[in-house]
Each structure stands twice: as C-alpha cells, then as structure tokens.
Nanobody
C-alpha cells in the first residue's frame, strides 16, 4: 500500500484545512486507516482513525474539531480540521494498517505511511 497525503498549509488560529490521503496498491477497507501527527521535539501522536472493526476513534485533543472521512471509490482518506489551534501545528501523516488486525491507537501497528504534510497554525 502506498499513501500520499496532501492539503497542509499555513492557517490562522480558528481556521480550517482539509487533508487528503490517496492510497494505491490496495483498498482501504477492513484496515485501520488513521492520521497521526508529530510536532518538533515530540513523539508521533494519534489523531484519529477508522478502525478495521468499523468504528472511529478520535484523540481527546481534536474531538469536536476534526472529522475523518473517506471515499472508498477513490481510495481516499480525508481529515477535515476546523477550529485549528497553534498546538495543532505538526507534520501530519496518514497511515494504513494490515487487514483485520492491529490496535488503531499505536503507530507501531501501522506498516504503511505517507510522507507527511505540514500544518502550521499561527496565533
């Protein structure tokens, strides 16, 4: 599975961005498909995921502001980010898990990663 994320940019606090992640080589079904982010000097952290069991899970820090969605026909994952805050500034990665396996919360359970797209929120 190859993943390519795009849509990052510079936005003022309170603004919005929508990230996209196009998958090739396999479909997105029955896998954990998630977004992670990594700020300078910090560990990569979980943001949100579709789980292979059919659910969704959001980090507390983004609940009510971020929304994950997908277009299965286009093999594309999206992350709509509203109400952005300076602390959301990070390199955002989309990630794909194995079929019907893995804990969606942990980066180590995802073997497939996109290159990352930078999101910068100014105060």
């Amino acid at each position: 599975v190859q993943l390519q994320a795009c849509g990052g940019g510079l936005v003022q606090a309170g603004g919005s961005l929508k990230l996209s992640c196009v998958a090739s080589g396999s479909d997105l079904s029955n896998r954990n498909m998630g977004w992670f982010r990594q700020a300078p000097g910090k560990e990569r952290e979980f943001v949100v995921a579709f789980t292979w069991r059919g659910g969704t899970d959001y980090a507390d820090s983004v609940k009510g502001r971020f929304t994950i969605s997908r277009d299965n026909a286009k093999n594309t994952l999206f992350l709509q980010m509203n109400g952005l805050k300076p602390e959301d500034t990070a390199l955002y990665y989309c990630a794909g898990g194995r079929y019907n396996a893995g804990n969606h919360y942990y980066a180590a359970s995802y073997p497939y990663w996109g290159r990352g797209t930078q999101v910068t929120v100014s105060s």
